[in-house]
């Protein structure tokens, strides 16, 4: 099930499904190699914001943009998954 990001507790493994936002949210999400299907490792988080690993960089988000950020569990069958992190169950470094 899609949720929010903010919505997952410290230590989640997630995989974004999507980004709910306007051109400007999403391009921001995109420069950031937010992509949808990329797995995300949750560091920090909560309905103010979110500290979390992608792609090997650590990002720190503001609530209004991680609560834009769906996102379901990496081990859920729901939602894409990337091209560029390998085996069927990716998971973020």
Same mark, same amino acid.
């Given at each position: 099930?899609?949720?929010? #990001?903010?919505?997952? !507790? %410290? &230590? ?5 499904? *999507?980004?709910d *936002? *306007?051109?400007?949210?999403?391009s921001?999400? #995109?420069?950031? &190699?937010? %992509? !949808?299907?990329?797995?995300? %490792?949750?560091?920090? /988080? /909560?309905?103010?914001? +979110? ?6 960089? $650590?990002?720190?988000? +503001?609530? *209004?943009?991680? /609560? ?5 569990a990496? =081990?859920? =069958? $729901?939602? !894409?998954? +990337?091209?560029?992190?390998? /085996? ?6």
């Open positions: 099930m899609q949720k929010p #990001l903010t919505d997952f !507790p %410290t &230590g989640s493994v997630v995989r974004i499904a *999507g980004i *936002g *306007g051109r400007q949210a999403r921001r999400m #995109l420069a950031m &190699g937010m %992509t !949808p299907g990329c797995p995300v %490792t949750v560091l920090a /988080g /909560g309905p103010t914001g +979110c500290r979390v690993r992608v792609r090997g960089s $650590e990002v720190v988000l +503001c609530c *209004g943009l991680a /609560g834009k950020i769906m996102a379901v990496d =081990d859920s =069958d $729901e939602g !894409p998954r +990337c091209n560029c992190c390998p /085996g069927p169950r990716a998971r973020a470094i």
